[in-house]
C-alpha cells in the first residue's frame, strides 16, 4: 500500500514542527508523498524540498487556503500548486495581513474577560512572524493555565459565543478555487466533515465547488470518523470528485492521526493522486525494487 498523506502542517503555519523536522517524521514513517499544507502560507515549501532530498520523500506542493463561504469558514486545499504563481501569493498575502489584524481583534475580545497580553503571548508561538492564528492563542491560553490542551481551549474559547471569538472574512471560494487551479493545482475541500452545515448545504457546497473548477474532496482525514469516511467517500462518488487522504498533522498531541498514519480510501473512490503519473510511476517502480 502506498502511504501518502496530502495534508500536514509546519511552523510556517500552525504546526509544532519545522518543514524539516515534519519531512523527517515523514520518512522515518514509511510516507512516500507528503503535501505541506500550511494554511495561506507556502513558505515551507522549499525547506521541505530541500529536507527530502534522498529521504525517499516526495514532497507535492500543497497550501490550505482559509475562505469564507455562506458566513462559514472552510479550507481548500491546494494540491501541485506553483508556489511561485503570482497571483496565489498576492492573494496569500492578502489573507496573512487580514491574520495580524484579526490577531489584534481576538486579543482585544481576551482583554474584555482579563486575559492581558494575549497578542504578545501568541506571537512567541508563531513561528512565521506574518501568520499568527488561533492555534497560536491557543498554546498562550494553555500557558496561563486556563485549559489543559489546545484542544480543551477550543472548547470554551476562540470560537462563536465564547470569549476570544471574532467575525472575520477569509478569501472568496472562487478566488481561492482560481488561484489553485490557474497555479496549476487541484482544488480539494479539506476536512468536509467539520463544517456545521446542513445536508443540504453540503450538496450546495458540492455544486458550486464543482461549476468553479474544484476536483476533489477529502475524504481520509485525521478529523473524519469512520462513518464519515464512507458519507464522503459516497458523496465524492455522486459528484465524480477525487478523493485526498490527509492526517493535517499539526504536531503530537495537538492531532488526532499522526503523519501517514490514515486508513486507505474507501473501496470505489477515485484517489487524487491517481492522475499523477510521475509520482505513481516512480513509487510503484520503487515498490518493485
Ligand atoms: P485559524 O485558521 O487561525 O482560525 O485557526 C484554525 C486552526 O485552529 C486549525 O487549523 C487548527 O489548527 C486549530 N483548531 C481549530 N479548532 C480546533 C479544535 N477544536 N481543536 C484543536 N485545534 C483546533
Ligand atoms: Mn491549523
Ligand atoms: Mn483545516
Ligand atoms: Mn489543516
Known sequence: MLNIDLHSHSTVSDGLLSPEELVHRAASRGVRALALTDHDDVGGLSLAKQAAVRSGVDIVNGVEISVSWCSQTLHIVGLRIDPEYPPLLRGLEVIRRGRAKRAQEIAAELEKSGIRDSLAGASRYAGNPNLIGRAHFARFLVELGLAKDVKSVFKKFLRQGKPGHVEHRWAALPEAVDWIRKSGGIAVIAHPG????????????????????????????GSHTAEEYAIFARYSKEFELFASVGSDYHGSGESHRDIGQLPELPEGCQPVWKQWSDLTTEMSASADS
Open 194 to 221: 467539520r463544517y456545521p452545515i446542513s445536508a443540504a448545504q453540503m450538496r450546495q457546497l458540492l455544486v458550486e465547488f464543482k461549476e468553479l473548477g474544484g476536483a476533489a474532496l477529502e475524504v481520509v482525514t
